[in-house]
């Protein structure tokens, strides 16, 4: 079995910095693309940003230049970098990791973390 945990979000104010992280544990063999998603309410999730194995990005537009994706393979950890948050930032953010254990290999989902970005 595989966990994601993700882990830095909270309460900041306009302009202000987080940095969010989601580590995987369990007995992985390896990792491929990340992903991190959001959710406002109400509505549905929405992805956010993109790391794939050897290290590619692709951001959605809404974030290009403030968020920044990373990734330490060899923890299986991952980190999304969110910078001058604006209020409409505020959201559930999800990290989803493809992960090989044994012979089969498909995409976890962290738990969500909340993000609130007071102006």
């Known amino acids: 079995q595989v966990h994601l945990v993700e882990s830095g979000g909270g309460l900041v104010q306009a302009g202000g910095s987080l940095t969010l992280s989601c580590a995987a544990s369990?007995?992985?063999?390896?990792?491929?693309?990340m992903a991190w998603y959001r959710q406002f309410p109400g509505k549905q999730r929405e992805l956010v940003a993109t790391i794939t194995a050897t290290g590619s990005t692709t951001y959605a537009e809404s974030v290009k230049g403030r968020f920044t994706i990373s990734r330490d393979r060899a923890n299986h950890t991952m980190y999304l970098q969110v910078n001058s948050l604006k209020s409409e930032d505020t959201a559930v953010y999800y990290c989803?990791?493809?992960?090989?254990?044994?012979?089969?290999?498909?995409?976890?989902w962290g738990q969500g973390i909340q993000v609130t970005v007071s102006s």
């Open positions: 369990g007995d992985i063999l390896s990792t491929r693309t």
């Open positions: 989803k990791m493809w992960v090989m254990i044994a012979r089969s290999g498909r995409d976890y």
